[in-house]
Each structure stands twice: as C-alpha cells, then as structure tokens.
C-alpha cells in the first residue's frame, strides 16, 4: 500500500517533501530531527483520524489612546507611563504643544483594548473596548471620538510599558458603556473601529503517532486537491506543510462566515481516494444522506467531494425528511450550487433552529436565485427574518444595488482632509468631520422593500443603521434633543424640521439647518452637523419612547444559533425532540482527552457547546492557562474561535412597543 501511495505524489507534494527534508538536514543537535516517515493510512482514514484543527490563541491587544471631542468632561492625564506614552505618539506625529492639549478638558487619555480571535481577516470589522485609568478624573466620554490608536500585545511595569509589534489600529466615535453596566459614561466602545494587520492563520496538527514529513505532505496534498483560494491572479491551496508537526491552514473565501463548517469538511476528507473506492462510497454516503440519524454527517462528507458529490445531494433533496432536504441544500449551498435555494429560504421562514444556518448558506451560494430570495426574506414581518436576510445579502455582496446604501456625509473638497494628527485633532475638535477620511463615519442603508416599517440599529461589530421602507418619516409633534448637542424641532403640522447643534465648545459655533421628515434626510443631515453616530442611535431611541417612529425601533434582530441544529446534524437528533446532552458534540475537556467509546465522525467532528456560531461559554477568566511550547496532541476545541460578523448565538432583545400606533 505505502508504493502506491508514494506513486499518488504530485508535484507540490514533492516539492513540500523536499522542502521540509532540508529543514530536516538543518536542525541543531539540541533539537530532535524530524521524521520522514510513518506508517502509511489505511484506506478509511479521514484528516480528523491524523489530525487536529488547533486556533492560535486569542491575542489580546491594547493602546494608549487619546479621545477628543468631549464638552468639558475631560481630565488632564495623571503622570505616569501611559501620559509619557500618549505624549511620544503625539510628538512623533508632529502634534505642537502637546501638553496643552491633553491639558483640555476635552480631550481624555484612554486604554484602548480588544481581542483578536483566530482566523480573522484585515477586511472584518472587530470592537474595541475604552476604558480610563484608574486614576483618570474624566467623568464621561459620551460624545467623543478615539483618534486613530496603535494596538499591540502589551505588558505594563511599574516604570514603563513594553510592547511587541503593531497587530490592529482603531479609531471612531465612541458609544459609552459595556456589558454590565451600559450607561457607564467612564467606559465605552468603538463600534468594528478596529482593523487588524494580517490574517490570524489556523493549524493542522498531526498527532503525535502519525507525525512525518511524509505525512505533512501527504495531508498538503489531500486538502488542496480539494481546496484552493485566490491570491491575486493565481489560485493556490489552503494548506502548507510547515514541518513534520503541523501545516498552515487557511479558510476559503465561501467559508469566512462559517469556518467552523469549513473544518468539519476537512476532517471528513479521506485521504486515500481512488477511482475504484470514490464510486462505492458516494453511493453509501447518498444512501445515508436519506436517513435523518446520519443526513448531517453524509451531507458533509458529500461536500468534500466537490462536484463528484452533486448529484447525490441533489437526489437529497427529493427526502420527505425536511432534515434530510436541509443538510443536502446546505452543503449544495458551499458548492454554489443554486437547487437548494428554495429549501433554504423556506427553512430561514418556518425553522427557527436552522435559521442562522439557512442564511449563511444562502450568503455562501452566492448565486442570483439566492439574491432573488434574500430580497424577498428581507420583505418579511419578522425583524430576525428581515435583518438576517440583509446581513446575508450584505455579506455575499456589499455593492448589491438592493441593500439601498445610500451616503451619508455631503461631497467634501480633498484639500481640506486634515494631513497629520495635529490637524485631525483641530478638525475633529470643530466637529466639522469625523476624521481625516472621506469615508461616511457610519453606513447607512434604506431598504426598499414589503412589510410594515422597521429601523433598525447595530450595538456590536459595525456602526450601522437600516430603515427598511423607502419612504419614513418622523411624525410631529417632534421635540428631540434634551441635553445632547443636537436638539430636533417640528410642530404638529409642519412639514419640515429645524435641526440645530449646540455646542459648549470653544473652537465651534452653533448651526442650524432646515430638514424634510424623511428619516434618510435627517440621518444624513444630523451627521453633516456633526453628530455621532452614538448621538444619532440616542435620539432613534428617545424618538421610539416619544411615539415619532412609523414603525418598530430594534437593535441587533440577529437569527438565534441553537444547539439543536449541531445535534440534528451530527448526533442525527429531531429538531422536534427536545435537546440532550451528548458525549460526541459536549465540550472538549481542558486537556483535550478523547473519548475512547466514541469512534467514526462522530467523535472526529466532536465540538464545544454553540462553538459554531455565537460567543463561547463562560470561564473562568481569573486564571490563564499556560501557553504551551509545543502543539498538543490533541488540543480543546474551545481554542478555535470561528468568527462570524453577521450572525451571533445571543437572543435578540425583545422589540421596543410603539404604543398608540
């Protein structure tokens, strides 16, 4: 078996082989040499028998930061590490008299914090956290912007700070509060106002007892005989075989919403597959793809066979189990295939506990009969529905004309676009831009659909706000403002609305401008004015409470991720039957030991609770564990940290009434 398989070699295999052969001659004596060869598989071993998918740990990151824009809430900085920090950062920007204006009571220094999750790419947007020294005399950040913020892996001494390399930036307006505490003014959030540097890769670890260089290539191979990416104009394999321990693994673009998906594939993939065997085995995996008990793990495996196993999922389709019909549509879906689509809309309307998973494959088909039901969805009276069917249309296409993205700040000439900090902290000061770009400070879109109106509004991951309706309009009497800087006037009836600013501000005047009752008017208008988003969403909700909304005002309608779907696709569980633990999709113990009872996919595609979709479960988060030097044989899923922009395992909250309406 082992010469036939080394005929099967092909050139990027050798290629790794040879590669990974002179590393070999290079080691050091104070370094064991890796090996070159293991026993060969047998012909029903799949990647998840001779290896584990292992994340990077979460790297957290955090800046010294300095927050502009206040009205007189602001502290000059004690001194201390983290003023010299701030006070360099301004120099070497050539900001003049910086003391001076961290002296202002409108300016605060900040500690910029976030944690970078495996498998995240300079495209996402990621939150940052703000928070102030424990001796800061700040009293509220509402109302302020983070200028643009250097974040790297830091540790804090008693007389200075060290930090490693530049990982993420960030910069934007600041929402105050956190999780426990939402109306904190001493704590606030950036809204996806970070971006990190470069791709945070994920690992293919063999275990220890297939560990080779042979096996390194062998398993290169395998997967990117299945999988490749596009890198310019070239396309080029996901895997790379690093050493005889681990390859590199990188998710394909159809997967960057559910990598966890992308995993359960690969570890599924055989890695012996010849023309006598591939026939007899689609055949089987077909005939299981009918029964419900093993649907979820056929569909899967169908998927890894790329186009050989279309025909059979699109013969799944035709079950009269909907779990059945689902798992084939889903995995047609990651093919782009387009004869599940209906399937997948029906399951996003009628199955609550498929629904996040329907969506995402509907962003992944990414095919005009997925669109045409997308905008549809996006019609509906549920919230979840509607704002599920725009996140998934948004991620399949950002530029699709029916998302209605429409611009929020008025054309800007480019000579006025501050060049340096310097300039940026006087403009932002002014309120007059929201930093040096051209860029909208928030995306706004108006939805031109069916179904009664809705705004909607998000508080993680990206500052954005939906009307869905093309025509909203505020109903007077309006009388919105209080004690924020931007007050909204209308009598019973008129027809227009006076929008004013306000501002205590020195190095700023007050403005007023004249606006028609159309939401998309005054949106645009409020933020030329200068008003923040955070600013914008408290008045969307003060103008809910006070009965100025044509329709429902709701935050974050996300679909729900449910622990039933991972039980019906892989434990074979009835989504009609109520949820029961168990053993082959629990969570992974803290050592990662295997259960030795449990064996076939089911132990291979073994994941934490919600690990698919959503936040993991709670830890405790007082003790970090040990990083290791060496890769585990085999390490905790709770490791792997899928990251989903537009889908979230948390409950929406409950929709604010409109009574009266």
């Not at 008693?158 to 109306?183: C, Q, R, T, W, Y």
Request: proline content about 8%; charged content about 25%.
């Amino acid at each position: 078996m082992e010469a036939g398989l080394l005929r099967q070699i092909e050139p990027n295999r050798r290629e790794a082989l040879a590669a990974m052969a002179g590393v070999a001659l290079l080691v050091g004596a104070d370094k064991s040499t890796p090996k070159l060869v293991s026993a060969p598989p047998k012909h029903t071993d799949m990647i998840g028998d001779w290896a584990v998918i292992v994340a990077q740990r979460n790297q957290k990151v955090e800046g010294v930061g300095l927050v502009v824009g206040l009205s007189g809430t602001g502290s000059d900085p004690e001194t201390g590490p983290f003023r010299e920090n701030l006070l360099e950062q301004m120099r070497k920007a050539g900001v003049d008299t910086p003391s001076k204006i961290l002296a202002s009571p409108n300016t605060s220094l900040v500690i910029v914090r976030a944690t970078i999750p495996a498998g995240i790419s300079p495209s996402d947007p990621l939150d940052v956290v703000i928070e102030l020294t424990p001796n800061s005399g700040t009293t509220s950040l509402a109302g302020g912007y983070l200028m643009r913020t250097t974040m790297r892996e830091v540790l804090v001494t008693d007389k200075d700070i060290k930090e490693g390399s530049p990982l993420a930036h960030a910069f934007g307006p600041i929402m105050i509060g956190d999780v426990k505490n939402p109306e904190n003014p001493r704590t606030g959030r950036v809204l996806g106002g970070a971006k990190v540097k470069k791709e945070v890769p994920f690992r293919l670890a063999l275990m220890e007892k297939h560990r080779s260089i042979r096996s390194s290539a062998m398993l290169q191979e395998v997967i990117n005989r299945r999988f490749a990416i596009k890198i310019g104009p070239e396309s080029r394999g996901v895997a790379t075989a690093k050493t005889d321990e681990y390859l590199d693994l990188k998710v394909p673009h159809v997967y960057h919403q559910n990598q966890a998906r992308f995993f359960q594939v690969v570890k599924l993939l055989p890695i012996i597959d010849r023309e006598d065997i591939r026939a007899e085995r689609i055949a089987q995996w077909a005939n299981e793809l009918r029964d419900p008990k093993t649907a979820g793990v056929a569909a899967l495996r169908l998927e890894g066979m790329g186009q050989a196993g279309v025909q059979s999922l699109e013969s799944g389709l035709t079950s009269k189990d909907l779990q059945c019909r689902f798992f084939a549509a889903e995995a047609l879906a990651y093919l782009q295939k387009e004869s599940g689509i209906e399937i997948l809309k029906q399951v996003a309307l009628k199955t609550p506990e498929f629904r996040a998973f329907a969506f995402a494959g509907l962003a992944a088909a990414d095919q005009p009969a997925a669109m045409v039901a997308l905008r549809g969805l996006m019609g509906s009276e549920d919230p979840v529905i509607r704002y599920g069917a725009f996140a998934a249309l948004r991620t399949a296409d950002p530029d699709n004309p029916y998302l209605g993205r429409t611009q929020v700040m008025k054309e800007r000439k480019a000579e006025e676009s501050p060049e340096n900090m310097a300039a940026a902290i006087v403009d932002i000061q002014s309120r007059r831009r929201r930093g040096a770009q051209m860029e909208d400070p928030f995306q706004l879109f108006v939805v031109d659909c069916d179904g009664p109106p809705l705004v909607h509004y998000t508080r993680v991951n990206r500052a954005e706000i939906v009307l869905f309706g093309a025509v909203q309009k505020l109903e007077p009497p309006i009388v919105l403002g209080g004690g924020g800087s931007i007050i909204l006037n209308a009598s019973e009836n008129d027809e227009k609305l006076e929008i004013s600013r306000i501002t205590r501000n020195s190095l700023d005047k007050d403005s007023k401008v004249v606006s028609s009752l159309e939401m998309k008017d005054i949106i645009r208008e409020m933020a030329n004015l200068g008003a923040t988003y955070p600013e914008i969403v408290g008045l969307l909700v003060t103008a809910q409470k006070q009965h100025n909304l044509q329709g429902e005002l709701v935050a974050d309608a996300k679909p729900e991720s449910t622990r039933s779907y991972t039980q019906a696709q892989i434990a074979g569980a009835k989504i009609s039957d109520k949820p029961k633990k168990d053993s082959s999709v629990g969570q992974a113990s803290a050592e990662g030991v295997e259960s030795k009872s449990e064996k076939g996919p089911r132990r291979i595609l073994k994941l934490p609770k919600l690990r698919i979709f959503g936040k993991p479960e709670p830890t405790d988060s007082t003790v970090e564990p040990p990083t290791p030097k060496t890769i585990p044989e085999k390490p905790p899923y709770k490791q792997l940290r899928p990251y989903i922009p537009f889908l979230n395992a948390t409950p929406s909250p409950p929709r604010v009434p409109n009574p009266g309406k």
